[in-house]
């Protein structure tokens, strides 16, 4: 069955990094897009990222534009993203979605 298991979130100061990762599957990892969502607390999922399937072309919101990097290595069919310069509004819950499917999220905490 396909699963997507995020990791690499925690607490971080304003200012800060994380990067996190996102392990697939259950399907053939290579032939799809892969992206990235967040939650923050009481609001709606929004997207965050997306790279296509060999890498080729990436995609950002405008409020992680110039901070956020994603990237991936179909080899381990992993998906990343590199998060610098992070903001308490970076608080949230951040998903991995790839062939129609959702990851359980990992928490991301910004703050002081």
């Known amino acids: 069955q396909v699963q997507l298991v995020e990791s690499g979130g925690g607490l971080v100061q304003p200012g800060g990094s994380l990067r996190l990762s996102c392990a697939a599957s259950?399907?053939?990892?290579?032939?799809?897009?892969m992206s990235w969502y967040r939650q923050p607390p009481g609001k709606e999922r929004e997207y965050v990222a997306s790279?296509?399937?060999?890498?080729?072309?990436?995609k950002y919101s405008d409020s992680v534009k110039g901070r956020f990097t994603i990237s991936r290595d179909n080899a381990k069919k992993m998906v990343y993203v590199q998060m610098n310069s992070l903001k308490p509004d970076d608080t949230a819950v951040y998903y991995c979605r790839g062939f129609g499917s959702w990851g359980q999220g990992t928490q991301v905490t910004v703050s002081s």
């Open positions: 259950g399907f053939t990892f290579s032939s799809y897009t």
């Open positions: 790279i296509s399937n060999y890498g080729g072309v990436t």
